[in-house]
């Protein structure tokens, strides 16, 4: 397959109309349905602006790339545009773009047109074949700049000169979300300027069809500097130690020069993953690596349900100020705290379904959700839809080794059919015949803990719902406490329990929202952030906002934060005081007994909390974390 094979003269529109960025896209989606390339317009302009939303692909110098792989694309093809008025296309340089190519590649199948479209990319960073793009007046002049010959299509060979002793040496990945264009274009943009520069470089790319030319250990231990050219998840661990430089796809196209510069003379920060080795060969190294892993797996599960957490759970807390105005059709709580809620609801799915993403990529996204939301029914809460994600991830990750000897021509099959139906039938029976039912036993277990402790030392009893409702923070620990003291509250009118329980609920984020600001050092840029939140969120009894420190530190954040929860837990029912309110936090206090009391213990065990954790977490490096 040629370039010419794709880049069809019937697509062509060499006096595209439309000047604003959507108007050509439609304008070009029109011709790729009369030309039956694309069987719906909609699905197709859907997955456009979806890769648009992500970053402009107007890369400049007048040109513009959008593409999509995408199920309504019948067969590969390119469409060329060109403008002489120019389109307003939001370009990453701002100026008008007067050259478009189209790119409609369809899911699965043969992916041998991928690397048509890679060869494609690589041409359009050479200025000289804009200079002709310009002059070219007729289909047959654009094909005929695109004709493929041997010189053209054969790729850059590695580079063997890094010990050169007058040569800086670099290693870069470029990656784009769709692999399909930009992922190339930056790899010649680099090599092309590093040359110029007298600079030897090595470039992995990270398309469609896979990595390749991968980056050996030897190399990357060479390497004056790294550059990650990415909008999409690579793989840092193998750069541990060395000075990494992340940008976006886009500046590898654009900015080159500056990236080879800062790479090789390592103005960037020291990548450090504690434990992990960059030769992932090291059989030394094996459990120090299988930790980090597991790690990073579970930090892209936190920084995805980050946003829910705050998100929803402010808005709840807005909702709890609108629920005291009394009227009868009290719409703004509904409201608030439907949105608020239903935002919530999604916190564990989104962990689960990111962690299982982390692990083994795309395919594991259903069968990690699916986990998470099997927990939420089944009340295996927070650990439960955790345990789940990283199930549904290593469940991917044999079924795909598992399917590598299927024949070639089921190849098309696999993520389309194979890995989800197996992906899901085997997690979502793990977690209904064994994980659901080992976290409702322990449910149950707490309940009647609970119960058989009696009332008989109501300090005593305090601290130990304080403390269990920090435990898991919503999961099958705290849910318990939470139901006991319901059942009391319900069954005799007794708030005393509930203070208790809301001390518990309340303590972990107050104490990590002050923990952020009295020990700044101890926490990244993005901790702090959240941690304001925090302050929000604990005071409308919302624990799940310590969810996600507790799960990037979970001995230190849930050990502190049970032993001020249990402090205060005790000191409510020391003092005698009572919450007669299933929820609410500080908007509901006031209706309680003993006000001043609730709000000193309160105080005190959240100090007690954020100074533990102040003092027990390690100091923050200036370094990149992954």
């Known amino acids: 397959m040629q370039i010419n094979d794709l880049l069809r003269k019937d697509l062509m529109i060499l006096d595209l109309q439309a000047t604003e960025k959507e108007a050509a896209i439609d304008e070009m989606i029109g011709r790729l349905s009369e030309k039956n390339v694309i069987s719906d317009k909609e699905t197709y302009k859907e997955g456009i602006m979806q890769r648009e939303a992500q970053t402009s692909t107007g890369l400049?110098?007048?040109?513009?790339?959008?593409?999509?792989?995408?199920?309504?694309?019948?067969?590969?093809?390119?469409?060329?545009?060109?403008?002489?008025?120019?389109?307003?296309?939001?370009?990453?340089?701002?100026?008008?773009?007067?050259?478009?190519?189209?790119?409609?590649?369809?899911?699965?199948?043969?992916?041998?047109?991928?690397?048509?479209?890679?060869?494609?990319?690589?041409?359009?960073?050479?200025?000289?074949?804009?200079?002709?793009?310009?002059?070219?007046?007729?289909?047959?002049?654009?094909?005929?700049?695109?004709?493929?010959?041997?010189?053209?299509?054969?790729?850059?060979?590695?580079?063997?000169?890094?010990?050169?002793?007058?040569?800086?040496?670099?290693?870069?990945?470029?990656?784009?979300?769709?692999?399909?264009?930009?992922?190339?274009?930056?790899?010649?943009?680099?090599?092309?300027?590093?040359?110029?520069?007298?600079?030897?470089?090595?470039?992995?790319t990270n398309g469609s069809d896979g990595a390749k030319n991968q980056l050996t250990a030897d190399e990357i231990r060479r390497a004056d500097g790294v550059i990650i050219a990415a909008d999409k998840k690579v793989e840092l661990a193998r750069f541990n130690g060395k000075h990494v430089l992340q940008r976006p796809v886009s500046e590898g196209i654009n900015k080159s020069e500056e990236l080879?510069?800062?790479?090789?003379?390592?103005?960037?920060?020291?990548?450090?993953v504690d434990g992990e080795a960059v030769d992932n060969n090291a059989s030394e190294e094996e459990g120090g690596s299988a930790w980090n892993t597991l790690y990073k797996d579970l930090m892209n599960g936190i920084s995805h349900m980050l946003p829910f957490v705050v998100g929803g759970g402010i808005i709840m807390a807005i909702s709890f100020m609108f629920e005291r105005i009394p009227m009868d059709n009290n719409f703004l709580f509904d409201s608030f705290n439907t949105i608020g809620s239903s935002a919530f609801r999604f916190l564990i799915p989104i962990l689960a379904g990111y962690i299982a993403y982390s692990i083994a990529d795309r395919p594991g996204l259903l069968p990690g959700m699916t986990a998470g939301i099997m927990a939420v029914d089944s009340n295996a809460g927070f650990l439960g839809g955790l345990i789940g994600g990283f199930v549904a991830g290593y469940v991917m990750i044999f079924i795909k080794k598992s399917l590598r000897g299927v024949p070639k021509s089921f190849e098309g099959l696999k993520s389309i059919l194979m890995y989800p139906v197996l992906g899901l039938l085997v997690t979502g029976l793990l977690m209904f015949f064994i994980i659901s039912p080992v976290f409702s036993t322990i449910n149950t277990a707490m309940v009647s803990f609970l119960e058989n402790l009696g009332t008989g030392n109501a300090v005593l009893l305090g601290a130990v719902l304080g403390g269990m409702m920090a435990i898991d923070m919503g999961g099958p620990f705290n849910k318990a406490a939470?139901?006991?003291?319901?059942?009391?509250?319900?069954?005799?009118?007794?708030?005393?329990?509930?203070?208790?329980?809301?001390?518990?609920?309340?303590?972990p984020p107050l104490a990590i929202?002050?923990?952020?600001?009295?020990?700044?050092?101890?926490?990244?840029?993005?901790?702090?952030?959240?941690?304001?939140?925090?302050?929000?969120?604990?005071?409308?009894?919302?624990?799940?906002?310590?969810?996600?420190?507790?799960?990037?530190?979970?001995?230190?954040?849930?050990?502190?934060?049970?032993?001020?929860?249990?402090?205060?837990?005790?000191?409510?029912?020391?003092?005698?005081?009572?919450?007669?309110?299933?929820?609410?936090?500080?908007?509901?206090?006031?209706?309680?007994?003993?006000?001043?009391?609730?709000?000193?213990?309160?105080?005190?065990?959240?100090?007690?909390?954020?100074?533990?954790?102040?003092?027990?977490?390690?100091?923050?490096?200036?370094?990149?974390?992954?």
């Open 60 to 204: 400049g110098d007048g040109v513009a790339m959008p593409h999509s792989k995408n199920k309504a694309v019948k067969e590969p093809a390119v469409l060329f545009a060109k403008s002489s008025k120019g389109v307003d296309y939001e370009s990453l340089d701002g100026q008008p773009t007067h050259y478009l190519f189209m790119i409609a590649a369809p899911e699965g199948g043969n992916d041998l047109h991928l690397q048509v479209l890679a060869s494609l990319s690589r041409k359009l960073v050479n200025p000289e074949v804009l200079e002709q793009l310009d002059q070219a007046s007729t289909p047959e002049d654009v094909q005929a700049i695109f004709a493929e010959s041997e010189e053209d299509t054969k790729e850059v060979a590695p580079s063997t000169d890094g010990d050169s002793a007058d040569k800086k040496f670099v290693v870069a990945v470029t990656a784009c979300p769709t692999g399909i264009a930009h992922t190339y274009m930056a790899e010649d943009a680099l090599k092309r300027k590093a040359d110029e520069m007298g600079v030897t470089i090595r470039v992995e």
């Open 260 to 272: 080879i510069t800062k790479a090789m003379n390592q103005q960037a920060p020291v990548l450090r």
């Open 482 to 507: 939470y139901t006991f003291s319901i059942g009391i509250y319900t069954d005799t009118g007794d708030g005393s329990l509930m203070a208790a329980v809301m001390m518990g609920g309340m303590i």
């Open 513 to 626: 929202a002050l923990a952020t600001v009295l020990f700044k050092n101890k926490f990244t840029d993005v901790e702090r952030q959240s941690g304001l939140s925090n302050f929000v969120l604990g005071l409308s009894f919302i624990t799940e906002g310590a969810i996600p420190f507790a799960a990037a530190d979970p001995m230190r954040v849930i050990g502190s934060s049970v032993i001020g929860a249990a402090v205060g837990g005790g000191l409510s029912q020391l003092w005698n005081t009572a919450i007669p309110a299933p929820h609410g936090g500080i908007f509901v206090v006031g209706l309680g007994d003993n006000i001043l009391l609730f709000l000193l213990a309160l105080v005190i065990g959240t100090i007690i909390s954020a100074i533990i954790l102040g003092f027990w977490k390690p100091e923050v490096k200036n370094e990149v974390k992954v």
